[in-house]
């Protein structure tokens, strides 16, 4: 007999703007992980975190001694693995993945056409019990020329055609900066839909944290049953970050 709540997933998706409010205002790292541990998600992908970076440290008497995604990830999420996409003198950020299951396999997918704007997309493997079945995971951040993120979603679609078996569960979530939609159709063609446009038919809208009105973050699934979405503006969230999160609850 199967247990439906065994197999359920909650996924959160968030810019998290290094730590920061709109505009750099003030360093609300520390709320924004009380905020993300009450949504008690399985597995958060995390666009704009910081590895390190010595400056800030300096600066912020709250900087945490652990990287972002650690100091994010600690106690709740056993797993986490991070892409280091721009390093700069003074440290580096990057996409991350906090997990309750076990990463089995990872991999940091250079995507970048321009030197002066690194990209990457966060692969995670990811085994989830009690079948231990494989999920797909892609933590993504485009970047922000239309030409750019066409030839960027091109190479994540031929990662998924490699490495994705088309009976296995898939998630791509993260900042798109994808105003003009063009996203969903290149996606659709592998079989991805977009939970929000198949729950409320339409993207969400999530920038400006404060007065969400473009659509630039999504969450793409392939292989599972869309139960919930769901975009976390009201408070504290629109101060934590210049984007809004969105949440999902899917089932295998």
């Given at each position: 007999?199967?247990?439906d709540?065994?197999?359920?997933?909650?996924?959160?998706?968030?810019?998290t703007?290094?730590?920061?409010?709109a505009?750099?205002r003030a360093?609300?790292?520390p709320e924004l992980?009380?905020?993300v541990?009450?949504t008690h998600?399985?597995?958060?992908f995390l666009q704009e975190?910081h590895?390190?970076?010595?400056?800030?440290?300096r600066?912020?008497?709250r900087?945490?001694e652990?990287?972002q995604?650690e100091?994010l990830?600690e106690s709740m999420?056993?797993q986490f693995?991070?892409?280091?996409?721009?390093?700069?003198q003074?440290?580096d950020?990057g996409n991350?993945?906090?997990s309750?299951?076990p990463?089995v396999e990872?991999?940091?997918i250079?995507?970048?056409?321009r030197?002066?704007?690194?990209r990457?997309?966060l692969y995670c493997?990811i085994r989830?019990?009690?079948?231990d079945?494989d999920?797909?995971a892609?933590?993504?951040h485009?970047?922000?020329?239309e030409?750019?993120?066409a030839k960027?979603?091109?190479?994540?679609?031929?990662?998924?055609a490699?490495q994705?078996?088309?009976?296995?569960?898939?998630?791509?979530?993260?900042?798109f900066?994808?105003?003009?939609?063009?996203a969903?159709?290149?996606?659709?063609r592998i079989?991805?839909?977009?939970v929000f446009?198949?729950?409320?038919q339409a993207s969400?809208?999530?920038?400006?944290g404060?007065l969400?009105?473009?659509k630039?973050?999504?969450?793409?699934v392939?292989?599972?049953r869309i139960?919930?979405?769901?975009v976390?503006?009201t408070?504290p969230w629109?101060?934590?970050?210049?984007?809004v999160p969105?949440?999902?609850?899917?089932s295998?």
């Amino acid at each position: 007999m199967r247990d439906d709540a065994a197999h359920a997933l909650r996924v959160l998706t968030i810019n998290t703007h290094k730590g920061f409010t709109a505009f750099n205002r003030a360093f609300v790292l520390p709320e924004l992980r009380d905020a993300v541990r009450s949504t008690h998600a399985d597995l958060v992908f995390l666009q704009e975190v910081h590895g390190e970076h010595e400056g800030h440290a300096r600066r912020w008497s709250r900087w945490p001694e652990l990287p972002q995604y650690e100091f994010l990830a600690e106690s709740m999420w056993p797993q986490f693995a991070y892409g280091r996409n721009a390093v700069y003198q003074e440290g580096d950020h990057g996409n991350a993945l906090l997990s309750k299951y076990p990463i089995v396999e990872y991999e940091n997918i250079d995507v970048s056409v321009r030197r002066v704007e690194r990209r990457g997309i966060l692969y995670c493997r990811i085994r989830v019990p009690p079948a231990d079945r494989d999920l797909h995971a892609y933590c993504v951040h485009l970047g922000l020329k239309e030409k750019d993120r066409a030839k960027q979603l091109g190479r994540m679609t031929e990662h998924v055609a490699a490495q994705v078996p088309q009976d296995s569960a898939l998630i791509i979530a993260g900042d798109f900066n994808d105003w003009r939609e063009r996203a969903t159709g290149t996606l659709e063609r592998i079989g991805a839909r977009e939970v929000f446009l198949e729950q409320t038919q339409a993207s969400a809208r999530t920038f400006p944290g404060r007065l969400p009105l473009l659509k630039l973050d999504r969450i793409y699934v392939r292989g599972v049953r869309i139960e919930q979405a769901d975009v976390l503006k009201t408070a504290p969230w629109p101060h934590l970050s210049d984007h809004v999160p969105l949440y999902s609850q899917v089932s295998l």
